[in-house]
């Protein structure tokens, strides 16, 4: 059982979801925060990479985008039927409105904001993210973040900054937010 429980809309949501751009730091700041409240950490990214055998970019390569977020949608809805965990979503699942509702309807949805050029700095050798394999990746970035940020902030709980701060202080501000939603 987590050590917090957050009352949201009269239902009480024991899972913490991040959501952000990729390199935004949700699987760091994720690992942190499960840590410091005593949860398990699930990066959905990495379900579908274990369930699957191989890796994103070669799901890209044979299914395409469409079958890779058939397998994200899927992912996301088994790991939400969890109690008392924290999970780190891939940039792109707030696409699907269904998967937003499930986020929201389930779980503390916290976005982490951070910008571009500190984005670009974070992944430029990273190879793993098939939507930056382009000749300009800051381009690529900028027209995902027009896309997905409204979807962002429409499933947000709390909204922070993590291109500004050390890790630990943006988990300290989670944790802290988190506890007030909870009254705690």
Request: glycine share 8%.
């Amino acid at each position: 059982m987590p050590l917090f429980l957050c009352e949201k809309n009269g239902m009480s949501a024991r899972n913490i979801y991040l959501v952000g751009l990729m390199g935004s730091g949700k699987t760091t700041i994720g690992k942190q925060l499960a840590k410091t409240l005593g949860m398990p950490f699930f990066d959905s990214d990495k379900e579908i990479e274990e369930s699957t055998g191989v890796n994103i970019p070669t799901i890209f390569e044979y299914e395409g985008e469409g079958g890779f977020r058939e397998r994200e949608h899927a992912v996301i809805k088994q790991l939400s039927n969890k109690d008392g965990i924290v999970m780190a979503t891939g940039g792109g699942a707030v696409i699907q409105q269904q998967n937003r509702d499930i986020l929201k309807e389930h779980g503390f949805v916290v976005y982490l904001q951070c910008s571009i050029d500190k984005i670009l700095q974070r992944t430029k050798r990273d190879k793993q993210r098939p939507l930056l394999n382009t000749e300009n990746p800051k381009a690529r970035l900028e027209v995902l973040f027009i896309e997905r940020a409204p979807m962002y902030s429409e499933c947000a709980d709390y909204k922070i900054d993590t291109g500004i701060m050390p890790t630990r202080k943006v988990v300290q501000n989670i944790v802290k937010q988190f506890r007030a939603e909870a009254r705690i």
